[in-house]
DNA sequence: CGTTGTCTTGAAAGTTGTCAATACTTGTGG
DNA sequence: CCACAAGTATTGACAACTTTCAAGACAACG
């Protein structure tokens, strides 16, 4: 709650001094354009826990993630789920052309959003380019990393899926110059054991084991429950079972 | 290769008689638009089992396809692989905006693809608004469609699994007015046993079994190793784990 | 008619899930 | 300030499911 307050102190009326100005949808757009964006935009903020929209709702808005994280998840009958995205900083949340939200999107931070209405993002999506253009682009590098998580998902053992998980946490810091990509570099976990769980196809239990073990086998150390220190990227790296050619965290 | 040469029956040279015209990237273009695409553009075919991109290639084209089916997946450095896409006519190939394939691509019958050089193509895109368009809404039917698949392959069990790949099969005989969705309509598998599990995270002998389970529970009837009936279609999409609510196959 | 690729089935082993008990952390209220 | 409750995490024992290894059936093809 004190997040979102705290998040939201850059000025929600100018696009100039907005944190995701560069990577998000609207990255691409020329002053008058984020003008006319600016004009049906506004800002939501939601508390930790929080659910953001069903599945199966009607989807008034179109947004992109300021601050904070979220999940997309789907839910079978008897409960069991599995998350089929992270949403961070500058990700784009919902879809023009359907109205009909698929899966379940839920803070799993204090999260603060920039929505457009859909229909006049619609209509604005339909006479500048350089918001189709840039939404295109965001969606194949989405699917692309989608097709990487099926063969997480399908191929990989709970021990190469912990570590597959530490890698991608490892390198997303990496991209964003919270630490230089040394031995030695550390990480906050931004899910609990359970979210894990969700996102890799596990249970908790087996999440909870495979951490303790590759923390008994010296791969990570911990501090506290959700701050990792990884000695050595590279070993973190070949537990993922993925080929490491081409160099560490590129 | 017969197949090949029948599928190549309709003019290459005329879109306007091109079996996908109404589904592919470029089903929203108008004439001139199209006439545009027809001078860069160029058939190729492959035999069943040809490889038609190493992940790591050099892309030189994009393409959609025009018959026949392909496999996009990838492999890891054990042989473990991972299906993360099956590539049917009207279904795009490449990416524009990147020149490295992320996957490979395999025609698993034989195939026909129409293919664009990708420099051209994506100066054409830049002018050509219905292009981008018609892309972004397939590669966002697409990235749904990825996340559905990543809740089969991280929470559904083997016998789940090989149902809820049945009735995808069965959608889209459904959806190409192939069969209609009665009772009793049945199906052909376009994947041997090793491609369907490749396909569901399992191995081969795990969906052999699961078939033949399935046939003893009567859920399916089987008439040689490839056609499938389906005596009740709802007992099928209840072994699929998924809600039923809002009838089938809809 | 043998070869090859595909598919089925069995038995044993291994990995992960389930159920249960316990510990740790944090916040609330007495 | 302490006690307690709630949420989160760890660990053990056992069960269940899927894989692995192996043998053999079946069909297509030269």
């Known amino acids: 709650m004190n997040t979102a307050i705290k998040d939201a102190a850059f000025n929600p009326r100018d696009c100039g001094s907005c944190p995701i100005r560069h990577r998000a949808v609207c990255s691409r757009c020329e002053p008058d354009e984020l003008d006319r964006l600016d004009a049906i935009k506004y800002y939501r903020s939601y508390e930790a826990g929080q659910p953001v929209i069903w599945a199966g709702d009607h989807m008034e808005f179109v947004a992109s993630v300021v601050s904070g994280i979220a999940t997309l998840s789907q839910t079978m009958e008897d409960g069991r789920t599995q998350m089929v995205g992270l949403l961070l900083p500058s990700d784009f949340i919902g879809r023009p052309g359907r109205d009909l939200a698929p899966f379940d999107v839920v803070a799993v931070s204090d999260l603060t959003v920039c929505c457009f209405r859909k229909k006049p993002f619609e209509e ?11 939404l295109l682009q965001m969606t194949l590098d989405e699917l692309d990393s989608a097709r990487e998580w099926m063969l997480v998902l ?8 912990i570590a597959s998980l ?25 899910l ?57 965290l590129t």
């Not at 991209?175 to 976990?189: A, I, N, Q, R």
């Open 124 to 134: 604005l999506m339909a006479s500048t380019p350089s918001i189709g253009t840039r």
């Open 154 to 161: 399908g191929r990989k053992t709970a021990r190469e899926k």
């Open 166 to 190: 530490l890698a991608i946490l490892a390198r997303r810091d990496v991209v964003l110059g919270k630490t230089p990509p040394t031995s030695g570099m550390s990480l906050d976990l931004p």
């Open 192 to 248: 609990t054991r359970e979210a894990m769980a969700d996102y890799l196809g596990l249970t908790l239990e087996t999440v909870s084991r495979q951490i303790s073990a590759l923390k008994k086998a010296g791969v990570i150390i911990l501090e506290g429950k959700r701050h990792v220190i990884i000695p050595d990227i590279e070993v973190l790296l070949a537990e993922t079972g993925d080929d490491v050619d081409g160099g560490p």
